[in-house]
């Protein structure tokens, strides 16, 4: 069984741990505070005196720290990482960290026979101290199927999203849309009690409509969007802005502010514009596409499972 070095042992890295410990994996470890190495030497693991001397006794060493500046640092400083990497060795990044800056990472380690997978982790602190997190991974898959059966010793989630920095990609598209639909449940919720319904009540409509099925938008976005088809409407853009410009004019009647709302509305006055309204109202991908010069296609998605492939996390 691997040797596993872990350095971090913060909110999440503690419990990410000591789940790996549970699984029975020797561990080396490393953190600046005292306290929250000695769970973990209680249960047996060796204490390392620097990041270097972490991978010099591990066969695969994790880091789990708070931005990209701790992960350069502890990755490629002084005493660091890659000092004490040897051939063979494998460097796992689960910070929410930037996607560019493991790319420009992995290049050092390849250089010294070593393999670097990034690893952002979703589910919170709860989640690592139960083992419910993703764990989303980048980097050469032969690597991530080699060590999956120790990624799964902290996740219960594990995918692979593709080439080195993918994972890093994936997490923070993830958190992206997760604060944007936290801003319309917000801008909603606000919108609905403002204007007379008990918070109890229009929580009860929302999670028993078709919004609370989450699946039903997954479902109506790979038959869509994936394949660039966006006729027959589902749901077409002209009813779609409709009721978005009834709310927006709620949110103004009641003075409350929707900025999200707003920008919605916005985006589907211009597909209006184009002549889309009998299309289907997730047409207004397109204009995004657009701008970003991207179109987002997976023919190969069966509408049917569609919830499964864009799964979302209650928990950053």
């Known amino acids: 069984m691997e040797t596993v070095g872990f350095i971090g042992l913060g909110n999440m890295g503690g419990g990410m741990s000591n789940n790996i410990q ?14 929250v190495i000695k769970p973990l030497l209680d249960g047996g693991a060796r204490l390392a005196g620097s990041p270097a001397e972490v991978a010099r006794l591990s066969d695969v060493t994790f880091t789990s720290l708070p931005g990209p500046r701790e992960v350069e640092a502890v990755a490629t400083g002084p005493e660091g990482v890659l000092e004490g990497i040897s051939a063979g060795g494998i460097y796992v990044d689960l910070s929410t960290s930037r996607p560019t800056l493991i790319r420009e990472i992995e290049p050092k380690f390849r250089a010294k026979g070593a393999h670097v997978l990034d690893a952002p982790v979703s589910g919170g ?36 999203a593709g080439a080195i920095g993918a994972g890093s990609v994936a997490k923070l598209v993830h958190n992206m849309i997760g604060h944007g639909v936290r801003q319309a449940i917000a801008e909603g919720l606000t919108l609905g009690v403002k204007a007379g319904v008990e918070p109890e009540a229009l929580w009860q409509c929302i999670r028993r409509g078709s919004l609370g099925r989450m699946s039903g938008l997954h479902e109506g976005i790979a038959r869509t969007v994936f394949r660039g088809e966006f006729e027959p409407a589902s749901f077409a ?9 009834l709310a927006t004019d709620l949110g103004r009647e009641f003075n409350v502010p929707m900025p999200v709302a707003n920008l919605v509305e916005q985006i ?26 991207v179109e987002v296609r997976a023919s190969g998605v069966d509408p049917a499972k569609a919830g499964r492939f864009i799964s979302t996390h209650p928990e950053e």
């Open 268 to 293: 589907a006055i211009e597909g209006m514009n184009r002549g889309w309204g009998d299309r289907d109202s997730s047409v207004t991908f397109l204009l995004q596409e657009e701008q970003a010069g």
């Open 125 to 160: 602190k709860s989640g690592a101290q139960s083992r419910n997190l993703a764990v989303m991974v980048g980097g050469e898959q032969e690597i991530f199927e080699r060590i999956k059966p120790l990624l799964e010793a902290f996740g219960d989630k594990v995918f692979y």
């Open 22 to 35: 549970k699984a029975g994996y020797p561990m080396v470890v490393y953190d600046l505070r005292e306290e």
């Open 237 to 245: 853009l002209n009813l779609s802005r409709k009721d978005v410009g």
